[in-house]
């Protein structure tokens, strides 16, 4: 009986010990990009990732221009939200978590800088860089600050400092921000971070309290997957706008040479990953009217022949679409003026280009098979009366024709019906002379 007892305690604490992490780590993450909905995700799958393997901390190092409310709220609600420590540290020096950023900072259970960073300018503004009207923005800086003071004075930062970012775009370096009490800590790395919050408490937002232990841990980076690298790469909206450009090129290839399948198959794959990412940006979708009215205006320019002022007008119209096709809170979110250049220029002249290529081939007639014999000279090789021979291109052809030819006199092949020419008695240089006389 005390060996049976024995063994199921030995069973037991097997099973404890075995279900349990080998060590604790702290799992990392590095955000250098700008804030928009896979960003969200990124944070999201790592606050798992980390729950997951009852990890100590969630270190988000992150270096941004700012981005969209939206997602910026989202991971805000994210971080608040989570069991466990995180940890946001603005690094490497040189960089700064500015607007959108600044709201994430402060939204950490540890807020930390490198020396060099900065911070703050979290003025909301609207996605185009205008100005707001005085109501509106009104509105807008008391959603923003009333946001911002729900969690900082909860998280023992200063209040008034933190929102005088919000309504006077103030910045902050390391130094103002650490001595302001923006921010915890000031640290020139990783292990100089954890060294600084060995056995420091800190209080989670749902007021639970934990002490820090953090120097020796293993830190374990947190890679972004293949389809979130992906997605972030084609939220640039840039590269966005030149994929709907290059489909659209594309499928007028397809749609003017039926049956080549490749252009047709590139332009539809093109345009359908442009609007993906054109769904995950503030897209102005009204722009796109101007992009394929800009096609509209290269089509009719190889049609009309203005010289050169349709496709003008139609670069210029792509150039616009380019410009206002993403409506983005900040410049590095929109379309820039020297890629909207680069772009409808190149395209804008190309396309054109192929255009008129293309109705000239339309218009030209035919030099091949039975069509390409008419309009040339023949000589009568047997009277014409109505039926006869024509020798023509060094070949006897059956011939007809309405009036009566004599041997030896030259036709003009008027239509060709089942290899039978049809023909006209030819001007004799004679009667031309006559004419002109």
């Known amino acids: 009986m005390r060996f049976q007892w024995l063994s199921r305690l030995v069973l037991l604490a097997a099973f404890f010990l075995l279900s349990r992490p080998a060590h604790a780590e702290v799992l990392k993450i590095v955000v250098n990009d700008t804030i928009h ?19 100590d901390a969630l270190l988000i190092e992150i270096s941004t221009p700012g981005g969209l409310m939206t997602s910026m709220e989202e991971i805000i609600h994210k971080i608040l939200d989570a069991p466990l420590p995180i940890i946001i540290y603005v690094t490497p020096s040189g960089n700064g978590a500015s607007s959108a950023g600044f709201f994430i900072l402060e939204a950490a259970d540890v807020a930390a800088m490198a020396p060099g960073t900065n911070t703050g300018a979290a003025h909301p503004v609207r996605g185009d860089g205008v100005a ?25 930062r200063n209040v008034e400092v933190a929102e005088s970012a919000v309504r006077q775009s103030k910045s902050f370096t390391a130094d103002e921000a650490l001595a302001q009490h923006l921010v915890d800590y000031i640290a020139k790395d990783d292990n100089d971070l954890f060294q600084q919050l060995e056995g420091k408490t800190i209080t989670h937002f749902n007021g639970e309290k934990e002490v820090l232990h953090l120097v020796g841990k293993p830190v374990r980076l947190y890679q972004p997957s293949l389809r979130q690298q992906i997605l972030s790469w084609l939220m640039d909206p840039s590269l966005a706008g030149l994929l709907f450009a290059i489909g659209m090129l594309a499928l007028y290839a397809e749609f003017n040479h039926p049956g080549a399948v490749v252009p047709g198959v590139i332009g539809f794959i093109a345009i359908l990953v442009a609007l993906f990412a054109m769904h995950l940006l503030p897209t102005r979708y009204e722009s796109l009217a101007l992009l394929a009215g800009a096609f509209v205006l290269f089509a009719l320019e190889a049609k009309m022949q203005t010289h050169g002022v349709l496709t003008a007008g139609g670069i210029l119209m792509m150039i616009l679409g380019m410009l206002l096709l993403v409506d983005g809170p900040i410049p590095e979110m929109r379309v820039k003026l020297w890629a909207a250049l680069a772009i409808s220029i190149p395209i804008g002249l190309i396309t054109a280009f192929l255009m008129s290529i293309a109705i000239q081939a339309r218009r030209n007639k035919l030099v091949n098979g039975e069509q390409g014999l008419v309009g040339e000279i023949g000589v009568v090789s047997s009277r014409l009366a109505p039926a ?50």
């Open 388 to 437: 006869g021979k024509v020798l023509l291109r060094g070949a006897l052809w059956d011939a007809t024709s309405a009036a009566t030819v004599e041997a030896g006199q030259t036709v003009v092949v008027r239509r060709v019906n089942n290899l039978v020419l049809q023909v006209d008695p030819a001007p004799q240089p004679a009667a031309l002379d006559s004419v002109h006389a």
């Open 132 to 156: 707001l009207d005085p109501v509106m923005k009104e509105k807008l800086e008391n959603y923003a600050a009333s946001l911002m003071r729900s969690y900082v004075s909860k998280r023992g």
């Open 37 to 55: 909905p896979i960003v969200v995700e990124r944070v999201d799958r790592a606050i798992q990732e980390a729950q997951r393997t009852h990890a």
